[in-house]
């Protein structure tokens, strides 16, 4: 078992870019680095051993709690941590604790024992916050897990940082790679839950969190460090009998469910399988939907929402339904679509959320249809390019009557996108996603905490160009804090009513689409709409994205979300800074804040008021 200190060093051999147990910064020559990623002797590059079997749709789907808040935190939080504390005082507080714990992912031996996992408050998915604009609020994050060389989870690090994505978070509250805290500390998250410039059409829908630990993000997810965060609003009220006459009605309560998918490998006890060495991205053989190896839901005969999140670490889907009807499209990334549209097929890479409704009324008692994936990946670096067949069923549904009237509805507009204003545009940047001598890349450069690679100004607008650098990879890239608004997919524009289509293994672009023709528009395969907040680079790729930069100041990062790739180490930090101060290349952080940055995770924190004193020590 290696203790911590080993655990860092040798995530600086692998990432290139890690921090040094001094603090210091690694240098990484990607040449020399070459040989720490090649696997040791004798060992495959890719794990040849199939999970144990485990028999599809014999347990029920695992619907996580709703997140409920306390009275109070104590000691309070501190307001000078946060930027924005005063106009956005929380109205609500919640406790989280990030917990070791047996989660059992399927009934059968040797799945039947538990698998040691971690999660928030004792399951994974944690806890799902109902959140709503209009309503800040605070999140105290407890980190709880037992220290390395104690834990169930031996491929994990018990440090971490929880990323709300894509919230509209501080940068202090935003979960940065960098500001980990250790076993028996805390960390506050402010949550403000405002669109950004109070513009409604900024707002989002699905969200969620997950560790983003420097370096171990993709083995800490993995282990199940990750949940739901949901936005509601006045038109999406979360209440189907909403007598308010602006609300969508949309499924709610128990017909409004967040399924989260992962693939998993386990060894021949049940036990999750990490494995280090591969750095082309991890897939599993086992499909898990809220942490259950392929689970039943029984759905009364009537609408549902469903909220599809690609949990990774690795593996794209296209999702389908085994009844062949289309699905009922809402959402691209938490986005709400102009409208609704009907998609044969929903494409997700990692980190990706779509939201639909499936309507079962036309089902009877007994039936059973199912969500299947269709696409074929045989390994890290994406998709094949071929469909599976046959498609495999991941989570089955169970038609059952229906208790009541149906009283929800799917409305023919949902929300316009914000405006896109070429005048605010100060910058324009080109980020290449590449491989380099054994290396992800940005630019050619390996993710680096101190280095700034964009200085942007706060009150600005910004184009980025982001391309795939590889003709064998895919990457679907995301950018922190602010969605993107595509303006071009190779070269071909987009405008807010184009909805991106997959079919043939070939980008297509439906145009809208024309809401007064009563039926809704069609696609065969939905890639997203123009605002998402990850940007899927299949090979060869290049899209051109518009965002902005408004409200808080401070350090982001955008980095590729096959989280294997993000943590070796496709990743770059890019800053807010005031008006005048923007810049283009990079500066290390020294440069642009005077003060000698400290190491990431001594650097002064944004919560120090409210760091538990008695911090227990594990770097013996
Ligand atoms: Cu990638």
């Known amino acids: 078992m290696p203790k911590r200190r080993d655990v860092l060093r040798w995530s600086v051999a692998a990432g290139g870019a890690g921090v040094l147990s001094d603090g210091t910064a690694a240098a990484a020559d990607p040449k020399t680095m070459l040989g720490y990623l090649c696997p040791p002797d004798g060992e495959k590059p890719e794990l040849a051993t199939a999970s144990p079997p485990a028999r599809p749709f014999v347990q029920p789907l695992f619907v996580p709690p709703v997140k409920q808040p306390v009275e109070r935190l104590v000691p309070p939080p501190d307001p000078r941590a946060h930027q924005l504390y005063a106009k956005f005082p929380p109205k609500k507080f919640y406790e989280i604790r990030e917990q070791e714990f047996t989660w059992i992912y399927h009934p059968d031996p040797p799945y039947g024992n538990g698998s040691g996992s971690w999660g928030y408050d004792g399951s994974t998915p944690g806890p799902t916050y109902h959140a709503r604009y209009g309503e800040p609020v605070l999140v105290r994050r407890y980190n709880d897990l037992p220290p390395v060389g104690v834990s169930r989870v031996n491929f994990a690090l018990p440090s971490t940082t929880t990323h709300l994505h ?51 993000t993709a083995a800490n997810v993995y282990a199940g460090l990750d949940g739901f965060y949901l936005l509601f609003d006045e038109e999406d009220s979360g209440d189907e009998n909403d007598p308010d006459p602006r609300a969508w009605r949309l499924p709610s309560g128990k017909y409004d469910v967040p399924l989260i998918f992962h693939d998993i490998l386990f060894d021949e006890n049940g036990q999750v399988r990490w494995n280090s060495f ?44 085994s009844s062949g009807k289309p699905f009922c499209v809402l959402t691209g990334d938490g986005n709400v679509l102009p409208e609704p549209i009907d998609a044969d097929q929903i494409y997700l890479s990692v980190a990706q959320r779509v939201d639909v409704v499936i309507d079962f009324s036309a089902y009877a008692p007994g039936d059973k249809l199912y969500i ?142 024309d809401p007064t023709i009563g039926s809704r528009p069609h696609v065969s395969t939905f890639m997203g709409g123009q605002r998402r907040d990850v940007a899927t680079l299949l090979p060869g790729d290049e899209i051109t994205v518009y965002i902005r930069f408004s409200d808080f100041l401070g350090k982001y990062v955008m980095h590729c979300h096959n989280v294997v790739h993000e943590d070796h180490a496709m990743m770059v930090r890019w800053d807010i800074v005031e008006p005048g101060k923007g810049f283009v290349g990079s500066r290390s952080a020294r440069r642009v804040y005077g003060t000698p940055p400290a190491p990431p995770h001594l650097e002064p924190r944004p919560a120090n008021g409210t760091q538990q004193q008695d911090q227990s020590e594990d770097e013996s």
């Open 166 to 216: 894509n919230g509209h978070t501080a940068s202090e509250s935003d979960g940065q790679p960098q500001n980990w805290i250790d076993s028996g500390e805390f960390w506050d998250h402010h949550y403000a839950n405002f669109p950004a410039r109070h513009d409604p059409r900024e707002k989002l829908t699905t969200l969620w969190y997950h560790d983003h630990r420097m370096d171990f």
């Open 278 to 321: 591969n750095t082309d991205g991890i897939l599993g053989d086992r499909y898990t939907v809220n942490r259950k190896i392929q689970p039943y839901f029984e759905v009364e005969a009537r609408k549902y929402r469903f909220r599809l999140l690609n949990g990774g670490p690795s593996r794209f889907y296209r999702l389908a339904l």
């Open 372 to 513: 299947v994936n269709t696409l074929e990946q045989s390994n890290g670096r994406g998709p094949s390019g071929r469909t599976l067949n046959p498609p495999l069923p991941i989570l089955e549904f169970r038609v059952i009557k229906a208790t009541a009237r149906d009283p929800s509805r799917v409305p023919k507009r949902l929300r316009p996108l914000p405006h896109v204003d070429l005048a605010l545009v100060k910058h324009e940047r080109v980020w290449e996603f590449d491989y380099d001598g054994g290396l992800w890349t940005v630019n050619g450069k390996v993710f680096e905490p101190n280095r700034i690679d964009a200085g942007v100004e706060q009150g600005t607008a910004e184009i980025w160009t982001i391309r795939n650098g590889g003709n064998s990879w895919s990457h679907p890239v995301h950018c922190h804090f602010t969605e993107f608004i595509v303006l071009e997919v190779n070269g071909r524009k987009i405008l807010p009513t184009t909805v991106q289509d997959h079919i043939g293994g070939r980008h297509v672009f439906t145009e809208n689409l």
